[in-house]
T-cell receptor, first 114, second 110 residues
Framework: DTEVTQTPKHLVMGMTNKKSLKCEQH?????MYWYKQKAKKPPELMFV???????INESVPSRFSPECPNSSLLNLHLHALQPEDSALYLC?????????????FGPGTRLTVL | GNSVTQMEGPVTLSEEAFLTINCTYT??????LFWYVQYPGEGLQLLLK?????DKGSNKGFEATYRKETTSFHLEKGSVQVSDSAVYFCALSVSNQFYFGTGSSLTVIP
């Protein structure tokens, strides 16, 4: 299995809702990443998990809360989002955070906040 | 600091034309370099990579050579197809961080 899966594919939520994005990989990778991508822009790094521990938080607002329950799963919990948070959220994994290793991306969750 | 610069503006080519997308970088240390492709409505797919100077990455007819002397990693393909229409991102990885260029949109017309 050489892919990263993400669910749901699309999500529409109101500003008072609580929802979660899920990401899964079965490649034995020990680094997992959340990115946010706006239209016609490159991905922006949000969080990095290394060996299930949060190693980088790129000053992301607390309404985004990551969780890594085990080495295969990565969640992103959403609460009280704003319309400007609407974007494509991409999950990625890598063998580890070494600079030699490429990242493998999932297809993304298209989030719309009303 | 670390950064990636890609050529500005969308690129439109006719089928079977030669493609070059320029990418230059600045980095402290010894980066690895990557090209990713993103088709409409999808995530990023790794196209090719190079981990040290003079390495050539290649895949699906695309090539890029890691040039340390010019700090470049230009993407080339000898004959593009309509199916190559996508956004291409150059990226570097150094000190356990990934840095993406702004992306280059390619449209290939029949």
């Amino acid at each position: 299995d050489t892919e990263v899966t993400q669910t749901p594919k699309h999500l529409v939520m109101g500003m008072t809702n609580k929802k979660s994005l899920k990401c899964e990989q079965h490649m034995g990778h020990r680094a997992m990443y959340w990115y946010k991508q706006k239209a016609k822009k490159p991905p922006e790094l949000m969080f990095v998990y290394s060996y299930e521990k949060l190693s980088i938080n790129e000053s992301v607002p607390s309404r985004f809360s990551p969780e890594c329950p085990n080495s295969s799963l990565l969640n992103l919990h959403l609460h009280a989002l704003q319309p400007e948070d609407s974007a494509l959220y991409l999950c990625a994994s890598g063998r580890d955070t070494s600079s030699y290793n490429e990242q493998f991306f999932g297809p993304g969750t298209r989030l719309t906040v009303l | 600091g670390n950064s990636v610069t890609q050529m500005e503006g969308p690129v439109t080519l006719s089928e079977e034309a030669f493609l070059t997308i320029n990418c230059t970088y600045t980095a402290t240390g010894y980066p690895s370099l990557f090209w990713y492709v993103q088709y409409p409505g999808e995530g990023l797919q790794l196209l090719l990579k190079a981990t040290k100077a003079d390495d050539k990455g290649s895949n699906k007819g695309f090539e890029a050579t890691y040039r340390k002397e010019t700090t470049s990693f230009h993407l080339e393909k000898g004959s593009v197809q309509v199916s190559d229409s996508a956004v291409y991102f150059c990226a570097l990885s150094v000190s356990n961080q990934f840095y993406f260029g702004t992306g280059s949109s390619l449209t290939v017309i029949p």
